[in-house]
């Protein structure tokens, strides 16, 4: 066994489907030192054999990582809340709107652990935070948000997402929560390429709760899935055909709308398309590598948020893979 | 015929969910002009 490297940051994985083990393979070569857990411990195996890592054979020994990444279907409360006590930074990329806001209350527990607690780190919410954070300068004041997401990572990441339809969404109106019911609020939303248009419905996403924290000014915001007629009369009930087992081509979309800074409206379009595992462990391996070697305050964050500004993650992101693109044209108002 | 008029039910139910959903959508207006370019994102 050779010495330990502490300029090396270890960084566990919980999880390793189709997004984690891409984690995996991007925090190696970027010269990390990787352990990771599964439940299924054949696939951990085969996954950490793949980049000379470690795999763990029991939960509590994840408090060895300087970082802990969690990638697992959710819920990530429970194993988050017992990291952040044992005083080991967490990653989530969880994207289930009510394990997203009871991670966020996890952040006096994170603080008096001394650990930071990123929350909501995949590819929306994720990278539409970074996306938002990105385009925000280009205006004087925000008032409104959009966000618009396309594909699935994994086949639990697809079961999510047929299950967010078929919940209730969570948009903010006017200053206040509204809650419409999954499925409604059809609009047609243009995607980078090669993805191009799909209806687009509210849904239960995380990214408005995530944003509204980020950008307390702002005066709407919303956030949509594609999907198909079928999917919306199916979404209250089991998925009747399997996910695909790889997931499918992603992509989303953060639109900006406010006023400049001589006072005309304004609207400015960003967004990204990839498989949309590659799209999601590209930002949450660059997310964790930042917090393992930047200093990070103790506390829930988002990837929205100002306070995770100073670590780059869009530029990390792009190193990892995710082409951002910008919309150049006459952005024409929609039914948001 | 028991059968039949199920199956006349069944097709009238279909029609009916199908013609709610089509109608029901305003849809939106996608974007005229314009096109997605891709952008460096440099540290600042």
Known sequence: MTSPEPHRPIIGVVGCGVTGSRVVAHLAAEGARVAVFDQARSVASATARRVKGIV??????????DVVVLCQPAPHLDLAGWLVDEHTAVVSMGDDLDDVRVLLALHDRAARGGVPL????GMAPGLSGLLARYLAPHLAIVDELHVAIHGTAGPACARQHHDALGRTALGWHDGEW???????????????EPVQAHDCYRAALADPLLLQ?????????????????????????????PPHATGDLGAVRVELRGAAAGGERITVIAGAAAPTADLAAAVVAATALQVAITRLAPGAHSLADASVAALELLHHATRLGVRVQEFTGVGRATGW | MKMLRRALVALSLAGAIAATLRVKGKGGVPPQEGGWREVSVPPT
């Open chain 1, 178 to 192: 509204i809650e419409p019911p999954g499925g409604s609020g059809r609009d047609l939303v243009w995607f980078p």
């Open chain 1, 118 to 121: 990123v929350v909501g780190a």
């Open chain 1, 213 to 241: 924290r980020a950008f307390p000014g702002a005066l709407r915001i919303t956030s949509r899935v594609s999907a198909t007629r079928r999917d919306r009369l199916t979404a209250r009930l089991p998925m009747l055909t």
């Open chain 1, 56 to 65: 763990l054979d029991r939960v509590n020994e994840l408090t060895a990582c």
